[in-house]
């Protein structure tokens, strides 16, 4: 959690359930969030509906939030669990509903865990979410193992995690005497994404005496605020698989697409898989995910939504529900712009980077997932980018209830419901304590989506610029 601005505050992200109580007339919502939520935000959400589908008082009066004003460096779950009055008013909250007869659908939430289990479990709840016993499945070893049971294409690599320098070293020894001299990823088996779990090394030779040295000497953390020494006790400690990098030749292009899914438990116990969406994901140099496009290039977006729905049958046999990301790596054809080879890279058990962006979208224009795409019950096309990284320090000086006034000032910017289009903000609560802010723009093209993502950028600068000081006398 520590490798990156506010990750601690990723909760803040299921916001975007806020948008279905307006959505869905019979559904009442009680959100944990650590720290509180401007009240302004959590008003401002369900008016980004269209007007008179539904009764916003009515709507406000099914939302309960349940807060903490808790900014410590900690899970949501490790901050409920500490409290036993929190737990006390929720707990009392489930049992009169179910006291008046409601149906209670249990407790959603960002990521599994055996602690948010607990907390479930506390609460008297079932989990929405995978059980934490399937977690194994998301694991890097885990992902590359699921890959090569359904036969869906991935890199050469290794299916084992690696605990110690010797088995790494072995491991490098034996994929260089069939492959031949090559760069590899090392990756950290599981507790680490966006590239911070990842370095490189080259192997030019199948000698182990080399493979030690280069292992020692030359491996290269893919983020360069990790040591190589933090890296590999990360993972000698957590475990290391091995995987050959990808490199896109001379005049081929390289795309990180990935496929969004929900795995529904039916009656017989079995999670069918559903696809939410498409996306074409924005890796910065250090393999981190900055942001996304969607839907996903058509060039390849029908051969990763089948890879994907093989994926998920098979978790679903395997026990996993809920929320799943698979990421995918597509390299172009330097002789056919059209053709491209895709290799899946891993497995997500949880919700993603572009969930909240795909449920925003939906709830805000009752679009559905069609052939990868979103599109309106008229037929219109829904497309966004979304991003969790407009940081700048300067725009700690902005305050939530400041972005939303400035929005509504800017037509051409504020979500319109009517035309579904326009910039919908998230990562409210590390707005000013972080100067960091995330936002899903929608239009009806992904040109128009970046265009005005660019604008939006202009205006967050503009209001975070210091006010020019009053000429003197």
């Excluded at 609560?429 to 604008?455: D, N, P, W, Y």
Aim: hydrophobic share 40%.
């Amino acid at each position: 959690m520590r490798y990156g601005v506010g990750r601690w505050y990723s909760g803040v992200r299921g916001l975007w359930e806020i948008l279905a109580i307006s959505a869905r007339p019979e559904l009442a919502l009680v959100m944990m969030q650590a720290p509180t939520v401007p009240t302004e935000v959590v008003d401002y959400l369900p008016t980004l509906r269209r007007p008179g589908e539904c009764d916003r008082a009515d709507a406000r009066r099914r939302l309960a939030m349940v807060e903490l004003d808790d900014v410590t460096h900690r899970h949501l779950s490790e901050k409920f669990l500490a409290s036993e009055e929190a737990l006390a008013r929720l707990r009392g909250s489930v049992d009169l509903a179910r006291s008046r007869g409601h149906r209670v659908e249990g407790l959603a939430c960002f990521a599994s865990s055996a602690r948010m289990l607990r907390l479930a479990d506390r609460l008297g709840l079932r989990m929405l979410e995978t059980p934490p016993s399937t977690l194994g499945w998301g694991t890097k070893s885990g992902s590359r193992e699921l890959f090569r049971r359904i036969g869906v294409p991935h890199q050469p690599g290794t299916y084992k995690p690696a605990h110690s320098q010797d088995r790494l070293v072995d491991e490098l020894f034996a994929l260089t005497a069939y492959h031949g001299p090559n760069t590899w990823l090392v990756k950290v088996d599981h507790g680490f994404g966006s590239g911070h779990g990842n370095a490189m090394i080259t192997v030019s030779a199948p000698s182990r005496a080399k493979i030690r040295a280069a292992v020692s000497e030359n491996l290269r953390p893919v983020n360069p605020a990790t040591s190589r020494d933090e890296f590999l006790a990360n993972a000698y400690s957590l475990g290391a698989v091995i995987e050959l990098m990808v490199v896109a030749p001379p005049g081929a292009r390289l795309r990180f697409p990935s496929v969004s899914l929900h795995l529904c438990a039916e009656s017989a116990g079995i999670s069918a898989p559903r696809v939410l969406g498409t996306h074409d994901q924005l890796i910065d140099r250090d393999q981190s995910f900055i942001g996304a496009t969607q839907p996903a290039d058509s060039a390849y977006r029908d051969t990763i939504t089948a890879y994907a729905n093989l994926a998920g049958g098979e978790l679903g046999r395997l026990g996993v529900r809920g929320h799943v990301g698979v990421d995918f790596v597509a390299i172009s054809d330097d002789s056919d712009p059209r053709s491209w080879r895709v290799s899946a890279l891993e497995v997500n058990l949880r919700q993603t980077g572009t969930t909240h962006a795909d449920r925003t979208a939906v709830l805000l224009t009752d679009a559905e997932c069609q052939n990868g795409r979103l599109v309106t019950p008229a037929g219109r096309p829904v497309c966004y980018t979304t991003t969790d990284s407009l940081i700048k320090d300067e725009y700690r000086r902005l305050t939530p209830a400041g972005l939303i006034t400035a929005l509504r000032s800017v037509p051409a910017l504020e979500f319109d419901p009517v035309s579904a289009r326009g910039v919908v903000p998230h990562l409210w609560t590390t707005l000013t304590r972080f100067g960091k802010v995330g936002a899903t723009i929608l239009a009806q093209s992904v040109e128009e989506c970046l265009h005005m993502q660019g604008r939006f950028t202009a205006l967050l600068d503009r209001l975070a610029s210091p006010a020019p000081a009053e000429p003197p006398g």
